[in-house]
């Protein structure tokens, strides 16, 4: 780049030559080099899945890439709300049980107390905002670190999942259509589950979220620099409530979908799926220290941990070199990444 | 018997008057633990004794269940259950047991030990052998099938696994054991990694998923692929009520099950006799059986399932 | 007096502010008149700063009085103080580094529709407009983080004037501007004074006040001391009621000794981004001052010299044998420091305590053979520098968050003077620093040179450098366009050499 | 350190309203204050012990409480090493696993190889140390964030204490002695192991290093500001380095002790000992941000949570309230301290 690469002069202002000089060396077109960026993270994506296709025939059908979008559906729903927490500096610990509590709870109201479908579907995920309202208020009022807050509510979900469950998985006996949510298939011929299309519509309305409307915006503020936002007459403890609930809702509704993908409400698990969902993210790109992220990254993080989970299964690799094999893809996947940012 | 030691509390350390029996189990969220958990409760009842059930998250989490036993031995119960995660890991607090006179009665699965009076449990290598063999008429005794366990370094997924695969083996020349993946029970891993077996190879036959939520997982991916149940023979293990529908619909062959309540039952009851200075067999053999569509519904059968 | 007299547009009475171990303010009063350029000023740590905190809301007061147009005024948050007309730019940035500048100056006041979606292409050309009225040249969609510590000053002085302010505070707002850039800054504010506005404006540079003033409010150790109108003021008895003694100045050095073998010499260094062929030597004993304009590159050649930044080409020599630099820590291990233009970002540890700033480049030399420190003798050293730089703080255990800016800066020059380095390289040292404090940095620069050490000036203030480097090195673009003789240098022939840009064609 | 463990407001919990936080409390005594502040943090634990004591007559007894101790002592050493990682502003994920994998490695030593008890222990110590200093390039050099990092060998290390251990348990039976490591009584009568004693002797170990030597000093240095101190001449990629390997020599001896305890090295589990460890080190008062903290506060976190679980077990609380008392207290616990400090 030239280093006196100049924007827009003003004639009028007699003092711009002394700009321009400050000028040099600023990258113009720092939107395109944005995208691009996002563009060479699917690389390591893309190498994943083509190592794949040629290591075995079943890989890369139609069948199998439904099964990946299905597995990263999920952890991917988990994923996108717990992007807005990170960007912000936070962290959520707590999506994993919720998320399990959350599938309790539209046990109880559709099968226990008999709601009609719509009515449990939109209650469990309102439940799934509630908990992270309360997530929002436990850092944001009572001050208590995200890390801790979302500790605790985890362990509280966890507990809560197997107490009003009397320890039993609930089953929907009552809506039969409840399992359509997540197994419809939704064009004809090929088995294209309902969930995996939510999940697409998710992604786009997160994107846009993020990028197109205020709430995107606090996001990357606090998570900038939480100080200078405040200062700025921003209620940003009020955003912070926000923000978290609008991930509790993202929590929900995977309560929603994974409830539906076993025709049952399981009390248990979810421990673990946090950290599933965090790596996603941070390979994604999105910043732990916050103020820096995106939702394709959160998408094309998801998929590489999902491509690779199932690939190896694909090409029977023992299940205890899995998880090493795992691990250096994603060291190396990130490093690449690293260095071509340095390069930048 | 317990003669009280120091402690002022005569019939061991509960805070009631009754005698107080810990359970230290090797899991606790399950339904076949819970189904333990209520024969205990049951004995319990029956047999005027305090009783607290405890098993760790998971059953990887031998320390976890190490640190249960020296809390449950800190309180200076009347017996002791406890199915050993691992058995030589637990030694010294089971020496420590011995060595207060507390009795120690093993669960589930058999504790590597003179210590403990006598053991309830499953012959879980027989009874895997039944599920494979379920499996090889299914199919005709010949083809491809894979194996979805839930653990890889647990007693009972080793036996059930190998069991399965033993069997298999000696018995049936012609069926090929292709893969063999492991779910940790969690039912949406199971489904998943059975798909990519499925997918890795279409002509595979059946399917055998070693625990409740292993076998609920094959179902789940046999469910999700839209493949014609009489193509794709599942065999599972345990039960619950996502299992027990799947056999009468079809999606399922049929399952083993163990007699879990029966298993806990006879934990209480045995405990209750150590501490009454009784007898007790080496052994307790709490039986398993194979259901399916045709006997699920049998009284005998309908006793040993839980939903 | 006339006995009709319009009410001040602001005004403060008996306004104190106390924090654990310190009285910032002590019983202050202040008043502000409708169209007029108000300036305060005092020493480092007066509470300069912490009095215009509380008029913008951040602090609220322990006591006192404040009144606009003679209503009295309880100012309840940053918010509420800005929707009362009062905008405040303050002397550390609050800016969003990961924002782009039109998304910091109107965070908060985003327009949106349907309550939550926003347009950034409005929102751009609301900046860009914004820019073109204050004549402003930054692109509204750059993150921040990109920008340069001036241009980010630029910012916060956009994002200041585009509110609709009644009272306009600048805390040091040409802390980080070089001359042409301080001009602009007093175009705008001359354009911004209406009668129904008025402009606080703190500094330390002196020379300033005469330029953009009315009336001067001197502080001192939190106490009001008097106002003064500027035309009738002199510049002497300004200092000296800051300071509350007199000061007097040196005169400008002279070469040193040419037979004086180079401590250090860089020959043809070059980066990627902007220097090409930068070749200088430094002797022991001189101060070479480093003048040019914002972005010539002269921050570049100190990074790239200790390895901060990377090289693309380049010699360094230190004492004739060629050296391998790849980081600062090779820097600091061949007795090369270099401080930071940066205070904030790459000077303090903002959270840790004076001793430990001060004792950090320095450290293992308080330090036992297995590693453990001596806390007693950092004490000591913390303790010198402190009452050496005159450093304001309650202990050298408070936290350096807690000091005032200039107090700051002091600090992180404790850091390199407590570390015996062959060559310093001091990046804009004064920033910030009050002028009785100045002169007690430039002696202690002076008396280092004296011991033989090396010294590198850079500075935007060219008073400063003529004043105090025997030789000087201008830049322009990138390149070194000349080294005069302190002798040589005049203001105009430094700027005329600041100015040649490559465009004109080959450098001399 | 210097005694100034700073009561000011936590950059974490900016929530007071950030502009509030500017405002908030700046230390007068800070030395009488920092003292004070670890007084009063240990509150919370007193609080605990307090409640159950008068619960059960069985929790407040020698026996008891080192039990409780011996429960804590893998945890809190795992703790221990890890707060420096914190308090550079890195995280370590990996500390569970490769705890794990330490310990298979002391079945390779011990059992497999047949190296003396001493040479064994000592190289699994050191194998921690290498773990560590993997983790250590991976960040400092390779520029990989510490979470990712620590996540990916986090993942490894599980794959590899299976394929190293062929996915079964190894046992000590030629070295019985191993298991004296953690369960030797050293006071005669009491049963005081000596691996509490030697966790007694790593926390003292920790705090000096931490507080009075040149390591801590750049562990705070580095998480305070990175740049401005690598800026002074401090070498912080090698810094850095050196205390993630420090880090994974804590890991190589909780690996020791654990194996040791149970008398086999398990080569499975770890997940989640890492979550337990971070939550005693955050719990304890060291910010994820950096910067801050400190060792007593890690003990007090580790006791904490250790003390909760054996109390809630021995009062008998039904297994699935558990979690969701442990969930509370840790809550009300960090609030209260929260409060406290913002109080000051
Ligand atoms: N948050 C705080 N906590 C403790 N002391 C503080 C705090 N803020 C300011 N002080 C102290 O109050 C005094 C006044 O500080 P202030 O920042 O107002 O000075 P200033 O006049 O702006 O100085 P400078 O010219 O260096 O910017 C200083 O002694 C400073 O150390
Ligand atoms: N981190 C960065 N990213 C992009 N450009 C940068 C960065 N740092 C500096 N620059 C650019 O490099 C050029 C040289 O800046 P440098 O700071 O070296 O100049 P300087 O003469 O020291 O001026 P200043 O007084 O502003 O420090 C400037 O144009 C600046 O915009
Ligand atoms: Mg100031
Ligand atoms: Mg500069």
Redesign the pocket.
């Known amino acids: 780049m030239s280093p006196t690469t100049t924007p827009t002069v003003d004639p009028q202002t007699p003092s711009t030559s002394a700009y321009a000089a400050i000028d040099a060396g600023k990258p113009r077109f720092a939107w395109v080099r944005g995208s691009l960026q996002q563009v060479l993270a699917a690389a390591s994506l893309i190498v994943i899945v083509i190592f794949f296709s040629v290591a075995s025939t079943h890989f890369f059908t139609a069948n199998n890439l439904i099964s990946i979008l299905t597995a990263a559906t999920v952890t991917g729903i988990l994923a996108l709300g717990t992007t807005f927490v990170i960007i912000t500096g936070g962290i959520d610990l707590s999506i994993g049980t919720v998320m399990v509590l959350c599938g309790v709870m539209a046990g109880v109201f559709l099968t226990y107390w008999g709601w009609p479908l719509w009515a449990g579907v939109l209650a469990t995920i309102v439940f799934g905002g509630i908990i992270g309202l309360i997530n929002g208020v436990n850092v944001s009022i009572l001050g208590i670190p995200p890390f801790i807050a979302t500790l605790g509510m985890m362990l509280i979900a966890a507990g809560l999942s197997l107490v009003i469950s009397g320890t039993k998985p609930i089953y929907f006996n009552d809506t039969p259509a409840f399992q359509q949510i997540m197994n419809l298939s939704i064009i004809p011929g090929v088995r294209f589950p309902l969930g995996v299309a939510i999940f697409i519509v998710m992604i786009i309305v997160a994107a846009i979220l993020l990028s197109r409307t205020i709430i995107g915006r606090y996001t990357f503020s606090i998570g900038s620099n939480e100080a200078a936002t405040a200062l700025s007459g921003v209620n940003v403890r009020r955003w912070k409530i926000i923000i978290y609930t609008l991930a509790g809702l993202f929590v929900g509704l995977a309560g929603v979908l994974s409830a539906s993908r076993l025709s049952s409400a399981q009390p248990t698990g979810g421990m673990g799926l946090e950290l599933e969902a965090i790596a996603a993210v941070v390979i994604g790109g999105t910043s732990l220290q916050g103020g820096k992220g995106s939702i394709i990254g959160t998408v094309i993080g998801a998929l590489i941990m999902a491509v690779l989970t199932n690939g190896l299964r694909i090409i029977s690799v023992p299940q205890e070199w899995q998880s090493v094999a795992v691990g250096i893809v994603i060291l190396v996947a990130v490093y690449l990444d690293m260095l071509r940012r340095r390069r930048d | 018997a317990s003669d009280g030691g120091g402690d002022s509390s005569g019939g061991g350390g509960g805070d009631g008057d009754k005698p107080y029996v810990a359970l230290i189990s090797k899991g606790f969220q399950h339904q076949f633990w819970q189904a333990v958990k209520s024969g205990a409760e049951q004995a319990a009842d029956e047999f005027g004794v305090e009783l607290t059930f405890e098993g760790p998250d998971t059953e990887a989490d031998v320390d976890q269940q190490i640190q249960m036993l020296q809390t449950a031995l800190d309180k200076s119960p009347a017996a002791i259950g406890f199915a050993a995660l691992d058995s030589q890991a637990a030694g010294p607090l089971l020496q420590q047991a011995k060595d207060s006179n507390i009795p120690v009665i093993a669960f589930d699965s058999g504790v590597d030990s003179d210590i403990p009076l006598t053991t309830a449990a499953t012959d879980n290598t027989a009874a895997a052998a039944e599920a494979a063999k379920h499996m090889a008429d299914a199919i005709g005794h010949e083809g491809k099938v894979a194996l979805v366990v839930h653990d890889q370094t647990s007693v009972t997924g080793q036996e059930r696994r190998d069991g399965f695969v033993d069997y298999m083996e000696k018995n049936e020349p012609n069926i090929e054991i292709v893969d063999i993946q492991y779910g940790g029970g969690d039912q949406a891993k199971s489904a998943d990694l059975a798909k990519a077996i499925i997918a890795a190879n279409p002509d595979l036959k059946g399917i055998y998923g070693s625990n409740e939520g292993s076998a609920i997982g094959v179902v789940q991916a046999v469910k999700e692929l839209g493949i014609d149940p009489t193509k794709l023979v599942v065999v599972g293990f345990d039960s619950g009520k996502a299992q027990m529908d799947a056999i009468r619909d079809g999606q399922m062959l049929g399952a083993i099950t163990q007699n879990p309540v029966g298993i806990g039952y006879e934990t209480v009851k045995a405990a209750v006799e150590a501490i009454d200075g009784k007898d007790l067999p080496k052994t307790i053999d709490t039986g398993y059986y194979w259901y399916d569509k045709d006997n699920i519904d049998d009284e005998k059968i309908a006793a040993v399932l839980y939903e | 007096m006339s006995a009709v007299q319009t009410p001040p547009l602001l005004e403060l009475e008996g306004v104190s502010?106390g924090?654990?171990?310190?009285?910032?303010?002590d019983d202050v009063r202040l008043d502000l008149r409708h169209g007029e350029v108000l300036a305060l000023v005092?020493?480092?740590?007066?509470?300069?700063?912490?009095?215009?905190?509380l008029l913008a809301g951040i602090?609220t007061p322990d006591a006192g009085v404040f009144r606009m147009n003679g209503q009295e005024l309880v100012i309840d948050g940053p918010r509420h103080a800005q929707e009362q007309g009062i905008s405040i730019i303050h002397?550390e940035f609050n800016l969003m580094p990961d924002l782009t500048v039109a998304q910091n100056i109107f965070i908060g006041r985003e327009k949106r529709s349907a309550g939550l979606f926003l347009d950034d292409r409005a929102l751009n050309a609301r900046a860009q407009e914004l820019f073109d009225r204050l004549g402003l040249a930054l692109d509204p969609d750059e993150p921040v983080e990109r920008l340069t510590v001036a241009r980010q000053q630029m910012v916060e002085i956009a994002k200041a004037l585009s509110f609709d302010a009644k009272v306009l505070i600048m805390?040091?707002p040409t802390a980080a501007l070089n001359d042409a850039e301080v001009d602009v800054l007093f175009d705008l504010i001359r354009r911004f004074r209406s009668p129904d506005t008025g402009v606080i404006y703190?500094s330390?540079r002196m020379e300033e006040l005469a330029r953009i003033s009315d009336r001067i409010s001197v502080?001192r150790d939190?106490r009001y001391i008097d106002t003064l109108e500027t035309a009738s003021a002199d510049q002497k008895q300004v200092i000296s009621l800051m300071v509350g003694r007199e000061l007097r100045s040196e005169q400008r050095p002279g070469p040193v000794a040419a037979s004086d073998a180079p401590v250090l010499s860089v020959q043809g260094l070059s980066t990627k981004r902007l220097l090409r062929d930068v070749s200088f030597e430094v002797h022991a004993g001189e101060i070479l001052g480093f003048a040019g304009l914002m972005g010539a590159g002269r921050t570049e050649v100190a990074r790239a010299i200790v390895g901060a930044d990377r090289r693309d080409g380049g010699v360094i020599t230190m004492r004739g044998t060629p050296v391998d630099i790849q980081n600062p820590a090779d820097a600091a291990r061949l007795g090369i420091g270099y401080l930071s233009e940066d205070r904030k970002q790459l000077g303090v540890l903002l959270e840790r305590s004076v001793r430990e700033n001060i004792v950090l480049a320095s450290l293992r030399d308080y330090v036992s053979g297995l590693g453990f420190v001596n806390n007693r003798r950092i004490e000591a050293t913390g303790k010198e520098y402190v009452s050496k730089l005159r450093i304001?703080?309650?202990s050298t255990a408070?936290?350096v968050?807690?000091?005032?800016?200039?107090?700051?800066?002091k600090v992180v020059i404790a850091k390199w003077l407590a570390k015996d380095c062959d060559v310093l390289i001091f990046d804009e040292p004064t920033r910030?620093?009050?002028v009785g404090a100045k002169e007690e940095i430039y002696a202690l620069l002076r008396q280092l040179a004296d011991q033989g050490k090396a010294i590198i000036m850079i500075s935007s203030e060219l008073p400063e450098v003529l004043r105090l480097s025997n030789r000087i090195a201008i830049m322009a673009e990138g390149r070194l366009t000349a080294v005069l003789d302190n002798a040589d240098a005049s203001p105009e022939a430094v700027m005329d050499y600041a100015t040649r840009f490559s465009a004109e064609g080959t450098i001399a």
Not at chain 3, 19 to 24: E, I, R, Y
Not at chain 3, 42 to 53: C, F, I, P, Y
């Open positions: 502010k924090f654990p171990g310190v009285l910032a303010l005092g020493e480092n740590g007066a509470g300069k700063s912490t009095l215009m905190k602090y002397q805390d040091e703190i330390h502080l939190g304001k703080t309650p408070q936290l968050r807690n000091l005032s800016g200039g107090n700051q800066q910030g620093i009050d």
